[in-house]
């Protein structure tokens, strides 16, 4: 059963538009979010995060915001770039054996930025 | 340029056959990890790392083994590969355990 979900496989969005990409879970207690970005043949890179305390962070073009009584935290890109064009994973850091933490990711949208 | 190498970068391979990935960073993370990506599931958590010299389960652990000797390498083995092992494999790492863990580049591996 998915804890983290991500309900729309793709999104299209012109260059200089606003891409809103979403995402739900299903444990109240999760307090730790991450998105990451992926092209294909490489690795997830990390791109922003964000703790329960805030509900909102900021960095650069990109913005997370996190409403916890909805459990559904969304990424803001604008403006939306073509080198935008790529699959966001979010996932939520959970504390797991010990003294680490592992990652729950949903299973991905994938962006396009038209030109 | 600072970051994790995994090697190979892909591999077709027969099943029953034993393959060690390897996984390799320079930034002195105490934490390292193994996931598997498949179609429709996202990234799942194979093994994991806490410090050189400890290792843990993660959620889908069976027919692999790690080992973590020392800081900056974390390989890991399939003993005897199923197809079911076919997959994009990514290593990770992260300072902490609470830190955003950063990734190698994969590497894709086919069991025939």
């Known amino acids: 059963d998915q804890q983290v979900k991500q309900n729309s496989p793709s999104l299209s969005v012109q260059e200089g538009r606003i891409s809103i990409l979403n995402c739900d879970y299903t444990?109240?207690?999760?307090?730790?979010f991450l998105w990451y970005k992926k092209y294909p043949a490489e690795g997830p890179t990390f791109l922003i995060s964000?703790?329960?305390?805030?509900d909102k962070n900021e960095d650069g073009r990109f913005t997370v915001f996190l409403n916890k009584s909805a459990k559904h935290l969304s990424l803001h890109i604008v403006p939306s770039q073509p080198g935008d064009s790529a699959v966001y994973f979010c996932?939520?850091?959970?504390?797991?054996?010990?003294?680490?933490?592992?990652?729950?990711f949903g299973t991905g949208t994938l962006l396009a930025v038209q030109p | 340029i600072a970051g994790i190498t995994q090697a190979p970068t892909s591999q077709i391979l027969a099943a029953g056959r034993r393959m060690t990935l390897r996984c390799t960073q320079d930034?002195?993370?105490?934490?390292m990890y193994w996931y598997r990506q498949d179609l429709g599931l996202g990234l799942r958590l194979i093994h994991y790392?806490?410090?050189?010299?400890?290792?843990g389960k993660g959620e889908v652990p069976d027919g692999y083994s790690v080992s973590r000797a020392n800081t900056d390498d974390f390989p890991l083995t399939l003993a005897s590969a199923v197809p079911s092992q076919t997959s994009v494999y990514f290593c990770?790492?992260?300072?902490?355990?609470?830190?955003?863990?950063?990734f190698g580049d994969g590497t894709r591996l086919s069991i025939l």
């Open positions: 990770a790492s992260s300072a902490w355990g609470n830190q955003p863990q950063h």
């Open positions: 444990n109240s207690m999760f307090d730790y």
């Open positions: 964000i703790s329960s305390i805030k």
């Open positions: 996932a939520a850091s959970v504390p797991y054996g010990g003294a680490t933490n592992k990652l729950i």
């Open positions: 930034m002195r993370h105490n934490a």
């Open positions: 790392s806490n410090t050189a010299g400890t290792t």
